[in-house]
């Protein structure tokens, strides 16, 4: 049985993300995300207007008056969250944590693909696929995994985005929406995630806390633990080499990233800790639209 705690915390993240799902979010998500394809649906009598192109003549011959086809666009889709849980996540220096964030996100669009009709299911990462939950289409199954998201408690602590991406690529094989909701503490993941943006529909959404990205502007000295590995390090940020090697590192992950989604023809979403989340989804979402 869950903690009371668990359970309490589940109601509000669903009260919150269902509000911005009934007043705002659905439509965005539903004219973002198309269909497979275009499917038919069934024939009726042609009335004026109607495209010429579309008439059934094998009806219109039986009946001796026109009628015309009527197609709609198959709208089930699969969306899975790839969620990191590795123990970095857990880091915040404002009022929320990236993992706390992250949480509520996966909710907002868990509940936008059931509002849709679509299935949604989650992988939960660290170094290794800690939990797969398959794609459904029910509210049930998406609270299921939003309680598996605030609850479960991982074996290892570590980030290795390859070993997530080759299970996406190695086990998906049509086509599914893909939200990678990390904070991308990793490198050499190149190959495995071009290859699984060959294939699917893939949306990074990276987390990111003020403190992590401005350390260096506050001189001193600081006690540093590796949340993943627990490893401790103290360093003067007043040293200019720290500080230079620090910059350089942040620097260099996130021209990576950039690079890499550019290569690849993709638009990503990031999210920080200290300023709400709905605007930086919205802008995604827009610029988006703007290319269909």
């Known amino acids: 049985m869950l903690p009371r705690e668990i359970i309490k915390k589940i109601k509000l993240i669903d009260i919150k993300t269902k509000l911005l799902v009934d ?8 004219s973002v995300f198309k269909g497979r394809g275009i499917e038919f649906s069934e024939v009726r009598e042609y009335t004026y207007g109607d495209d010429v192109r579309t008439i ?3 009806v219109t011959a039986r009946y001796g008056k026109p009628f015309v086809k009527v197609y709609e666009e198959e709208r089930e889709l699969s969306v899975i969250l790839l969620f990191d849980v590795s123990s970095s996540t857990l880091f915040g220096s404002a009022d929320s944590t990236k993992r706390d964030m992250m949480i509520e996100l996966a909710a907002l669009f868990s509940f936008s693909a059931v509002e849709n009709n679509d299935r ?3 992988v939960l990462f660290t170094d290794r696929v800690e939990k797969y939950i398959p794609p459904k289409k029910d509210k049930t199954h998406a609270l299921r995994i939003l309680r598996e998201l605030i609850y479960y408690r991982p074996r290892k602590g570590n980030t290795d985005l390859n070993t997530v991406f080759d299970f996406i690529n190695n086990t998906q094989t049509r086509k599914v929406i893909i939200f990678i909701l990390s904070d991308f503490f990793d490198e050499g993941y190149e190959k495995s995630f071009k290859m699984m943006a060959k294939r699917h529909d893939v949306i990074p959404v990276i987390f990111i806390d003020p403190l992590e990205q401005n350390i260096i502007n506050h001189k001193g000295l600081f006690l540093l633990e590796d949340i993943e590995t627990g ?7 007043a040293d200019p080499f720290i500080r230079s090697t620090y910059k350089q590192n942040l620097t260099r992950n ?3 990233r950039k690079k890499l989604f550019t290569e690849v023809g993709l638009d990503f979403i990031e999210v920080s800790t200290d300023k709400p989340y709905i605007k930086p989804i919205f802008e995604f979402f827009q610029k988006r639209a703007q290319k269909l």
């Open 56 to 58: 059934d003549w094998n």
């Open 120 to 122: 949604v299911g989650a």
């Open 231 to 237: 490893a401790g390090l103290l360093i003067d940020t």
């Open 254 to 256: 996130r021209m990576m």
């Open 23 to 30: 007043e705002m979010f659905s439509g965005e998500y539903h």
